[in-house]
């Protein structure tokens, strides 16, 4: 009896061992961004696509291929702002499922200069010019996010997904874009 007793000390000591050095949220229905790992909650949102609240739906965003399924990425990966404009935001061409993209720079004084380009091919064919439209102000940005809208009115890229953020989600998102320089 008494060799039991150590026996089931020793491996409730190593299963505490063994707790402790896996990451935070493992095992928690979270991915390797742990909450805890941002300084804000649109940080957060911009890193993982989940807010306080958790995951953060959408739409779209499947990059014309249908590959992603309708709103999802292929293999149940998790999209979110920084796979398509980088941890900078400063956007640029990458290659997603075989589809080259060229993501805007959103980081907010991109978006809210006087003169912007969104993209390579306007929705009229405007092809190598990028389309040109007003500023972005905060209202623009939560009807871009949300509805896939530029400020001009005219559709964003059908790569972009429509996000069902709260408007909390979307004043925190705005509020993190605005501190990338």
Known sequence: ?????????????????????????????????????????????????????????YTGGDSGGGMMGGGGMMGSGQLACVNCHGADGRGGQHTMYMTTMDAPDIRWSALTEAEAEHGDEGEHGDEGHGMEHPPYDEEAFKQA???????GGDSLDPAMPRWQMSEQDLADLIAYLKTLS
């Open 1 to 57: 009896m008494k060799n039991h007793k150590k026996i089931w000390l020793g491996l409730t000591l190593l299963a505490l061992a063994v707790a402790a050095c896996i990451p935070f949220g493992w095992g928690v229905g979270q991915s390797e961004f742990s909450t805890g790992r941002y300084a804000s909650n649109g940080e957060r949102i911009y890193f993982t696509g989940s807010g306080v609240n958790g995951r953060i739906s």
């Open 145 to 151: 996010v949300t509805q896939g809208l530029d400020p």
